[in-house]
T-cell receptor, first 115, second 112 residues
Framework: AQSVTQLGSHVSVSEGALVLLRCNYS??????LFWYVQYPNQGLQLLLK??????LVKGINGFEAEFKKSETSFHLTKPSAHMSDAAEYFC?????????????FGQGTRLTINP | DSGVTQTPKHLITATGQRVTLRCSPR?????VYWYQQSLDQGLQFLIQ???????AKGNILERFSAQQFPDLHSELNLSSLELGDSALYFC???????????FGPGTRLTVL
């Protein structure tokens, strides 16, 4: 069974600093991995996805993530934080079986940006 | 705007009641998914439909049921509601079962 662990339920960084949100996955098959962002009172928006092509994946809003099979990790980074990045971030792994798909989400990391 | 619409946005009801949540997927998307987001359980997959047929089931209670209609919209029915059913319910859609999912804005259900 697939699972995801997000390390750190809250992360706080200063504006302009590096953002690093950690995600480790467990999967018995090559995984599809996703990062979603949820702004207050909104739905989830896809930031980026890994589907076994390039290990370094670039997403929207300057975010990127690197798939490391040896470490079973898919950490999300952004070189310079902006106030508008404050939100909750979810890592997810796709469990696909014969056309059936579900996303298994981590518990989420709330990112706070300090001015 | 993801293109996925959900109604109503908010729903307040009493224990023991039944409610129906509605979802319209993005144009052309055949798969619809339902998720529940609560403080204690996080984001949990409930059920997936593909072109009208149930494809996958998650931790969905027997009091909950869903269906996808010929026009591809979907409804999630929640009955005999309990306080613990209070949560955000998200619908998502994708073109096929292998593509990324696009989420709607959610329906916030409050059971009093």
């Amino acid at each position: 069974a697939q699972s995801v662990t997000q390390l750190g339920s809250h992360v706080s960084v200063s504006e302009g600093a590096l953002v690093l949100l950690r995600c480790n996955y467990s999967s018995s098959v090559p995984p599809y991995l996703f990062w979603y962002v949820q702004y207050p009172n909104q739905g989830l928006q896809l930031l980026l996805k890994y589907t076994s092509a390039a290990t370094l994946v670039k997403g929207i809003n300057g975010f990127e993530a690197e798939f490391k099979k040896s470490e079973t990790s898919f950490h999300l980074t952004k070189p310079s934080a902006h106030m508008s990045d404050a939100a909750e971030y979810f890592c997810a792994v796709s469990a696909t079986n014969q056309g059936a798909q579900k996303l298994v989400f981590g518990q989420g990391t709330r990112l706070t940006i300090n001015p | 705007d993801s293109g996925v619409t959900q109604t109503p946005k908010h729903l307040i009801t009493a224990t023991g009641q039944r409610v129906t949540l509605r979802c319209s997927p993005r144009s052309g998307d055949l798969s619809v998914y339902w998720y529940q987001q609560s403080l204690d359980q996080g984001l949990q997959f409930l059920i997936q439909y593909y072109n009208g047929e149930e494809r996958a089931k998650g931790n969905i209670l027997e009091r909950f049921s869903a269906q996808q209609f010929p026009d591809l919209h979907s409804e999630l029915n929640l009955s005999s509601l309990e306080l613990g059913d209070s949560a955000l319910y998200f619908c998502a859609s994708s073109t096929t079962s292998l593509n990324e999912q696009f989420f709607g804005p959610g329906t916030r259900l409050t059971v009093l």
